[in-house]
Every structure is written in structure tokens, then in C-alpha cells.
Antibody, heavy 115, light 107 residues
Framework: QVQLQESGPGLVKPSETLSLTCSVS?????????WGWVRQPPGKGLEWIGN???????YYNPSLQSRATISIDTSKNQFSLRLASVTAADTAVYYC????????WGQGTLVTVSS | DIQMTQSPSSLSASVGDRITITCRAS??????LAWFQQKPGKAPKSLIY???SLQNGVPSKFSGSGSGTNFTLTISSLQPEDFATYFC?????????FGLGTNLEIK
């Protein structure tokens, strides 16, 4: 059974870069599927951030204005998210997801942007 | 971007009831539609993909239908564990987009 687990700082200062890693177990990220990130501001709905194919191709939500970068490390069976120039509006629970049918999600990690 | 409009935004129902939630896409998405259930403090759980295919392990009381722009999620014989927030999502084209959610509450 595939499992995903997010890790990274829970507090980031405004204008700095948010960095999160998703560790995958039970499935090799290089074997297939797309791997994505979704976020949810407190008390609000879900926003798709972007994804990376097992081949390395990436797609991002234009709403993030080119601030997001997703990368994959097949040797560690992980993929990562970097979000630059964060503001309070980026405060959210961040989820990593195995796409396709979005059948597997991490438990989520709350990232707060505050000085 | 494709806008996903869910209705109702909230719904009160009783244990044993059958309810239906609708999701409308601003343009045709074929059957690239998923439904999720989310409980407070938890990650969304995938219920249905491809508009009508049940995820492994999801009880058959959940069913989905629709194609193109209009979709429905039906839950029969509501049980206490079914009261949660439900989201639809299109994965037909980037950026993938979600509905705002339907909060299903116990009457």
C-alpha cells in the first residue's frame, strides 16, 4: 500500500522560500503516475499547486505566478515543493498526492507564514 | 481555468437518508471528475474517479454519475461516519480545479 508523508518547516518568514518534501513508500516514484501538491488554507477549499511526472516534466498552477518549483529524487523515492516569496496568503495545510485518481494523500502539514 | 460549481454548499440530513450533491463544470470535462470526502483535521479521501468508478474499499452506498458538465454524487442510507465535507475535482485539464465543497451535517 502506497504511503506519502510530508516534511518541512512549519513556520516560514514572509518573502522567504517554503520547502517541503514528500517521502513515498510502497511504490517507486519512477515507476509511473504523476506526483502532485495540493494546499488548503485554514477553513477554506482545496487548491492544486502543480505536479511532476515520473519522467520529470512539471506543470504548475498559473495562480502561483511562477513561484512554485517541484522536483523529484528517484534515489530517495521523494519529491519536493519549493514556493518562493511567500506571504501570509500562502499559509495553508500542504498535501502531497499521487495523482491519476488522486487515490493516495499524505496526512498534510501546516505551514504558517509569519515573521 | 475550469470553474467547478458545487451545490448545495451545505446540507442537513438525518441518519438513514439518501442525499445527492451536484457539481457543474464551466466547460466539458468528459468524465475526468473525482469526488472526495474530508473530515476535520484529515486529508481528503478519494471516493470516486472517472465520474462513476468507486475507489477500492469505498462502500457501494456511494455512487457517482454524469459526463460533460453535470455530475452528481449520491450517498444512500447515511450513517454517522458519512457526515463530512465533500469536494468534486476536475482533472481534465491543467490547472486541476476543485469545487468549494458541500458540508453535510446531521439534522
Amino acid at each position: 500500500q502506497v504511503q506519502l508523508q510530508e516534511s518541512g518547516p512549519g513556520l516560514v518568514k514572509p518573502s522567504e522560500t517554503l520547502s517541503l518534501t514528500c517521502s513515498v513508500s510502497g511504490y517507486s516514484v519512477s515507476s509511473g503516475y504523476n506526483w502532485g501538491w495540493v494546499r488548503q488554507p485554514p477553513g477554506k477549499g482545496l487548491e492544486w499547486i502543480g505536479n511532476i511526472y515520473h519522467s520529470g516534466s512539471t506543470y504548475y498552477n498559473p495562480s502561483l505566478q511562477s513561484r512554485a518549483t517541484i522536483s523529484i529524487d528517484t534515489s530517495k523515492n521523494q519529491f519536493s515543493l519549493r514556493l518562493a516569496s511567500v506571504t501570509a496568503a500562502d499559509t495553508a495545510v500542504y498535501y502531497c498526492v499521487r495523482e491519476g485518481a488522486f487515490d493516495s494523500w499524505g496526512q498534510g502539514t501546516l505551514v504558517t507564514v509569519s515573521s | 481555468d475550469i470553474q467547478m460549481t458545487q451545490s448545495p454548499s451545505s446540507l442537513s440530513a438525518s441518519v438513514g437518508d439518501r442525499i445527492t450533491i451536484t457539481c457543474r463544470a464551466s466547460q466539458g470535462i468528459s468524465n475526468f471528475l473525482a469526488w472526495f470526502q474530508q473530515k476535520p483535521g484529515k486529508a481528503p479521501k478519494s471516493l470516486i474517479y472517472g465520474a462513476s468508478s468507486l475507489q477500492n474499499g469505498v462502500p457501494s452506498k456511494f455512487s457517482g454519475s454524469g459526463s460533460g458538465t453535470n455530475f452528481t454524487l449520491t450517498i444512500s442510507s447515511l450513517q454517522p461516519e458519512d457526515f463530512a465535507t465533500y469536494f468534486c475535482q476536475q482533472y481534465y485539464t491543467f490547472p486541476y480545479t476543485f469545487g468549494l465543497g458541500t458540508n453535510l451535517e446531521i439534522k
